[in-house]
């Protein structure tokens, strides 16, 4: 009887599950050997007067840090632990579509946002108690971002006119000067090729990202102020809401798949791994409702997406280990957000029960100034702080070189264990099917019996474990009559 290791290797589901890649990496992320858990999302916030679409967290140079949830018609502040109060302008908003949700950046101590409706709307973080209009010459727009010293609009609504193909940017070091103005440098720029505009990412460098192309947006003074130039024609982002950034990086989903762009660069990240997969399961119809954050502390990329079953998911890459997963979202949209400090007394704001909170008060979401991966389901903010999601991890085909007899799986979990079950099929034109999973037992052995040429592993982690690695797998070869 053989003995053989099985090391969870990377998750294709592009690739035929005979090349060794897994079959499934539900809940579950990509660690530099094996998988890690991902966690449920739990509510974090009361419930708000109306659905929630966006956060956006501000800190100011003292580090005292301040959350902000909007959803179409209204923004709240969300003070300690989920407390909201809201501090829309007079009136509140109104949205001329549906998937025109609020967009922010932060620009010095302002908090700056659009809804491509009304007027941009601008906070001043330690002054302001409400949102107001910014300025009455700063156009209306759907997309804005900070380029070095200016606020950077684009798809802007001038005077009645929508410009789909427009930049605007305001003057320098000035979010309430725009216009155009050699002394300013306020000024504009439209775009002639990619297309229309689905969205900005800023810093040192702007990125314009098109349907069709995508262009570096660079400052080189007066008098030309900024100076475009096309880095992808033809490949552009399909879904605004798929636009993620990190250390200079962007991620976004165009019409063939996964890619990210380093200002220089476009460089495919799902080619031949997740791209099919992804476009047979998503809803292309609901990618206007596609949100996208990034954790840096697990080096993560996250997209959350509608399935063709009506359901939202996670789809999850690693942007050290290059490498994907995918999970249920238990989200509308996903956002990345930190918080302000709070006390027990504070706690009141979510529930009169200590018991009753779904987030654990070692969290260190009660500390302030932490940063979280959380959004919004509903009415609420939700943080990814609760217990492990259910892992599912399921392994290639096992081909031993002949028939062969699975008698015995030990899981390589640390600090947990794991149920385990087996298919086995004598032709990779079977259709895999699992027999019942059986726990490990106080030995870490998970007796099993199961006959075929190819065999593939279902394994669901247990217990508080931090990576599964993979499987010892005993295999008894077996003659053919």
């Not at 086995?424 to 075929?452: H, I, K």
Request: aromatic share 10%; net charge negative.
């Amino acid at each position: 009887m053989a003995t053989t290791k099985l090391v969870f290797g990377e998750w294709m589901p592009d690739q035929p599950s005979i090349s060794g890649a897994l079959v499934d990496a539900k809940n579950v992320v990509s660690q530099a050997l094996g998988y890690g858990p991902f966690p449920t999302a739990a509510t974090f916030s009361a419930a708000a007067s109306e659905n929630l679409t966006t956060l956006v967290a501000g800190k100011t140079p003292t580090n005292a840090t301040k959350l902000f949830a909007a959803g179409s018609t209204k923004i709240f502040d969300v003070s300690g632990v989920g407390a909201l109060t809201n501090v829309s302008k007079s009136g509140g908003y109104t949205p001329n579509a549906s998937n025109d949700r609020f967009r922010f950046t932060q620009f010095g101590n302002a908090i700056i946002g659009t809804n491509n409706s009304d007027p941009i709307q601008s906070f001043t973080l330690g002054t302001s108690t409400a949102f107001a209009d910014l300025s009455g010459s700063a156009p209306k727009c759907k997309f804005l971002t900070v380029v070095r010293d200016f606020v950077v609009t684009a798809f802007t609504t001038e005077s009645s006119t929508v410009y789909p193909a427009r930049v605007r940017w305001s003057g320098i070091n000035d979010e309430t000067t725009w216009g155009s103005s050699q002394v300013t440098q306020a000024d504009f720029q439209d775009i002639p090729d990619g297309g229309q505009i689905v969205g900005i990412r800023g810093g040192e460098f702007g990125l314009v990202l098109m349907e069709k192309g995508i262009s570096r947006m660079s400052y080189i003074g007066t008098p030309f102020i900024f100076q475009f130039d096309n880095i992808s024609r033809g490949k552009g982002c399909i879904a605004a809401g798929s636009i993620a950034q990190v250390q200079g990086v962007t991620f976004f989903l165009s019409d063939d798949g996964f890619y990210m762009c380093d200002g220089q660069n476009v460089t495919a990240i799902g080619s031949e791994k997740v791209d099919r997969w992804f476009f047979s399961n998503a809803d292309e119809s609901g990618f206007d409702s596609m949100s996208a954050a990034v954790d840096p502390v697990r080096k993560l990329v996250i997209w959350n997406f509608k399935t063709t079953f009506a359901q939202r998911q996670l789809i999850i890459y690693n942007f050290n280990t290059k490498k994907w997963t995918y999970g249920n979202a238990g989200t509308d949209f996903i956002s990345d957000a930190s918080t302000s400090a709070t006390t027990l007394e504070g706690l009141d704001s979510i529930s009169n029960s200590i018991d009753a909170l779904t987030v654990s008060l070692d969290s260190i979401l009660y500390m302030g100034g932490k940063y979280f991966l959380g959004g919004t389901s509903g009415a609420y903010v939700v943080t990814y702080n609760g217990a492990n999601a259910t892992a599912n991890i399921v392994t290639g085909d096992l081909n031993a070189g002949g028939r062969s007899v699975v008698t015995l799986a030990r899981p390589l979990v640390d600090g947990g264990s794991a149920t385990v079950s087996v298919a086995s099929r004598t032709l990779l034109s079977e259709q895999p099917s699992f027999g019942t999973a059986v726990a490990a037992d106080s030995e870490n052995r998970v007796s099993l019996r199961s006959n075929g040429n190819y065999h593939q592993f279902q394994v669901i982690p247990t217990g508080q474990w931090k990576t599964a690695v993979g499987l010892d797998v005993e295999l008894q070869g077996q003659g053919v009559r």
